[in-house]
Nanobody, 125 residues
């Protein structure tokens, strides 16, 4: 059974850092593209970052480039999202997801099939 479990969210001050984890079970994570998405209250879900299965290439939304870094630990079957220089506008529920087919648009949520339950990130002073 495919399962994704996010962790690492919390409350952080502006300028601070958090590292989110996405632990996979029921499948080998490095065989599939894994994406991070977020949804703020009253807003649509948006793609934040992803790491592709085929070549390990990484993709980022413009709003997080230079601040967020996605990585994969194959031994732990886990994907991480290191978030630095956090801003209040980064406040959202963050989800990881996996695509069973290679996405044509890596940051579109409809390309992804299995989702975790989400972890809350709040950036506030």
């Amino acid at each position: 059974q495919v399962q994704l479990v996010e962790s690492g969210g919390g409350l952080v001050q502006p300028g601070g850092s958090l590292r989110l984890s996405c632990a996979a079970s029921g499948f080998t994570l490095n065989y599939y593209t894994i994406g991070w998405f977020r949804q703020a209250p009253g807003k649509e879900r948006e793609g934040v970052s992803c790491i592709s299965s085929s070549d390990g290439n990484t993709y980022y939304a413009d709003s997080v480039k230079g601040r967020f870094t996605i990585s994969r630990d194959n031994a732990e079957n886990t994907v991480y999202l290191q978030m630095n220089s956090l801003k209040p506008e980064d406040t959202a529920v963050y989800y990881c997801a996996t695509a069973t087919q290679s996405p044509s648009d890596y940051l579109r949520d409809y390309e992804y099939d299995y989702w975790g339950q989400g972890t809350q990130v709040t950036v506030s002073s």
